[in-house]
Every structure is written in structure tokens, then in C-alpha cells.
């Protein structure tokens, strides 16, 4: 009897924690898509702000040079996603892998983070590249116009600038397959 009840525990045990992993999984996912909702926005106001600015019948910059302060706002929400989602694989890895009843059955972040990214650098560029790299045409292009408010450029700079170093840290974390978690307070 006491087996038998010890059996139906353990079932329940597994079960929870195989829902409890599919659950952080699921939000897993759906901040992933959450960042490629930010990437997307990031693009169109880019499109939209550089033809309503390259249009303007004053050709004042100041219209270009709003992308690279929004730019910022979207690089640090899509950090934030990333650190959301390896804070989850983090708990996973940690506390889900090690656990007696599913240690052999799921070690999905255990196994990524051991295997190598290819071509790490296409990859890192891909979707964290965008946001500076489409600040610096902004930039660049509001110095092409006839009147550049340049302390509106000063801060757009200084925007660019802490975008880079956002991605530098993410980077660094990911060149040496270190947690964000443990970079970022």
C-alpha cells in the first residue's frame, strides 16, 4: 500500500514538473516573439521616420533624428526580453534538468548551452545588429540635410552610442556562453 502510494506521488511529481516546464517553455516563446514584434516595430518607424524626414519640404532633421532615441527604448526592451528568457532557461537548466524524476528525460538547456552557435557573428548581427546599424543611417543621413539641429544630433549620438554598448554586453555574454543573469543586475 505505502508502494503503491509512494508511485502515485512520484507520477504526480513528474507530471507537475513536466507542466511546469512546458509552462516556462511556453513564455519562453512567446517572449521570443515578443522581441520579433520590437525588431518589426523598429523597421517600420526606421521606414517611416527617415521618408516623412527625407521628404519634409523644410529638410529639417530633427524628424530623422527621433529614430535613434525610440531606437533605444526598443534596444533596451528586447534586452530585457533576452534577459527574461535566459533568466527562464537559467531556472529550467538549474532547477527542472537536475531534478531526479525528469533528470534523464529533458535536458534541452543543458544541451544548448554546451553546443556551439554557427557562425556566431551572422547570428548576433541578425537581430541585435539592426538597432544600431539603422541609428547610424539615420544619423548619417540627417547630417546630409540642410539644417541640422545639432543638439538633437549630440543626443541621437549618445543614444547610438549606449545602443552599442547594450549589444556589446550581450556580446560578451554570449561569446563566453555566460548567463545574462549574471552580467545585469
Same mark, same amino acid.
Given at each position: ?15 507537475? &514538473?513536466? =507542466?511546469?516546464?512546458?509552462? /516556462? ?5 512567446? /517572449? ?7 525588431i518589426a516595430l523598429a ?12 521628404? $519634409?519640404?523644410n529638410t529639417n532633421s $530633427?524628424?530623422?533624428?527621433?529614430y535613434p532615441v525610440l ?5 533596451? +526592451? *528586447?534586452?530585457?526580453? +533576452? ?8 531556472? &529550467? ?6 531534478? @531526479?524524476?525528469?533528470?534523464? $528525460? ?11 552557435? @554557427?557562425?556566431? /557573428? ?9 538597432? @544600431? =546599424? ?16 545639432? *543638439? ?9 552610442? &549606449? ?7 550581450? $556580446? *560578451? ?11 545585469? @543586475?
Amino acid at each position: 500500500m505505502l508502494s503503491q502510494q509512494q508511485d502515485i506521488q512520484s507520477h504526480d511529481s513528474r507530471d507537475f &514538473i513536466i =507542466a511546469e516546464y512546458n509552462a /516556462l517553455r511556453e513564455e519562453i516563446l512567446k /517572449l521570443c516573439e515578443l522581441q520579433h514584434q520590437i525588431i518589426a516595430l523598429a523597421l517600420l518607424s526606421f521606414g517611416t521616420l527617415m521618408g516623412v524626414g527625407l521628404q $519634409s519640404t523644410n529638410t529639417n532633421s $530633427s524628424i530623422i533624428l527621433i529614430y535613434p532615441v525610440l531606437a533605444l527604448f526598443l534596444a533596451a +526592451a *528586447w534586452l530585457t526580453h +533576452a534577459y527574461g528568457i535566459d533568466m527562464l532557461g537559467h531556472y &529550467i537548466e538549474n532547477h527542472i534538468e537536475t531534478h @531526479p524524476e525528469v533528470k534523464k $528525460s529533458i535536458q534541452w538547456e543543458s544541451c544548448s548551452r554546451k553546443t556551439p552557435i @554557427p557562425h556566431t /557573428l551572422l547570428a548576433f548581427l541578425a537581430h541585435r545588429g539592426l538597432f @544600431p =546599424a539603422t541609428q547610424l543611417m539615420a544619423l548619417f543621413a540627417s547630417l546630409s540635410l540642410a539644417n541640422v539641429n545639432f *543638439w538633437m544630433f549630440g543626443f541621437a549620438l549618445l543614444c547610438t552610442i &549606449i545602443c552599442i554598448v547594450f549589444l556589446v554586453v550581450i $556580446s *560578451w555574454a554570449q561569446r563566453d556562453r555566460k548567463r545574462l543573469a549574471l552580467l545585469l @543586475p
